[in-house]
């Protein structure tokens, strides 16, 4: 990059090096400040590595029901080798915990219509996928109730747990999402809570946004600086509105955290 540089050239570049195909050619508003802002702006960024910024632009891009930008992200982030095939299937099921089944079922039917796409391309033939079974988490429902509960407490940083006296806080939230969604290997901590804090703050949930929000930045899984560029890439994906709010609970649960840290030194 030189002086010389023109945010409109160095976001043509950046746009072809994030999507791994060249940017629009049209004139129009929307595409001439995507490639001067979202791509000359925000993209290279050093808060939030590239790879990183994929698991917030994904779970934005499925969210919103926009076909050609879910194809062309999930394309990108498998075709760059940012993503593996494993992370991304990963990345659906989590997706489709926390912003819904029916939205992850199209995110999913991509997904295979993608890596279909990118072996065509290359003159190969997909792979089989890993193998499902056997499970890592136990089959004993007590021990799985018993881990989920262990899970929910380490992930959330707080030292107790929902009961198991309903269907919704038993058998889904400590039998299914934190015994068994969480702890899943497929896809890191650090990816998760990425995915997580960007589906809570286009959900507008309040709880569930300062949960996530202060149970990323208070386990150090993501800091405090990726969390303000998580906010800025949101809203480049989501939207300015929820980003405001999600920008306002980050900095509320920043000085919590702080405040916390400084009791227990």
């Not at 075709?79 to 990345?91: C, F, L, P």
């Not at 079922?105 to 219509?113: A, L, Q, T, Y």
Request: proline share 8%; net charge negative; aromatic share 10%.
């Amino acid at each position: 990059m030189t002086a010389s540089d023109t945010r409109a050239e160095r976001g043509r570049r950046e746009f072809a090096e994030v999507m791994t195909f060249a940017p629009p050619e049209d004139g129009s508003p929307a595409s001439a400040n995507l490639i001067d802002f979202v791509f000359a702006e925000v993209w290279p960024r050093t808060g939030l590595s590239r790879r990183d910024r994929r698991f917030v632009t994904l779970p934005c891009v499925a969210a919103a029901d926009a076909e050609g930008p879910l194809r062309d992200h999930v394309y990108a982030a498998l075709n760059s080798g940012d993503v593996s095939i494993v992370e991304m299937r990963e990345t659906v099921l989590h997706f489709a915990v926390y912003a819904g089944w029916p939205k992850a079922s199209r995110f999913n039917g991509v997904v295979d219509e993608q890596w279909d796409r990118i072996h065509r391309e290359r003159g190969l033939i997909p792979p089989a996928p890993e193998p499902l079974l056997p499970l890592t988490t136990p089959s004993d429902p007590e021990d799985r109730l018993a881990g989920g509960e262990q899970s929910f407490r380490d992930i959330n940083c707080i030292p107790f747990a929902p009961t198991r006296d309903n269907p919704y806080s038993g058998a889904g939230i400590l039998n299914f999402v934190f015994g068994e969604m969480w702890v899943r290997p497929g896809l890191g901590m650090k990816e998760r809570r990425l995915v997580t804090v960007a589906c809570v703050a286009f959900q507008d949930a309040p709880l569930p946004i300062l949960s996530h929000v202060y149970g990323a930045l208070k386990s150090r899984d993501v800091s405090f600086e990726e969390m303000d560029e998580l906010a800025l890439h949101f809203a480049a994906y989501y939207g300015w509105p929820k980003a405001s709010n999600l920008n306002q609970v980050i900095g509320e649960q920043k000085q919590r955290v702080l405040q916390e840290w400084d009791a227990e030194a």
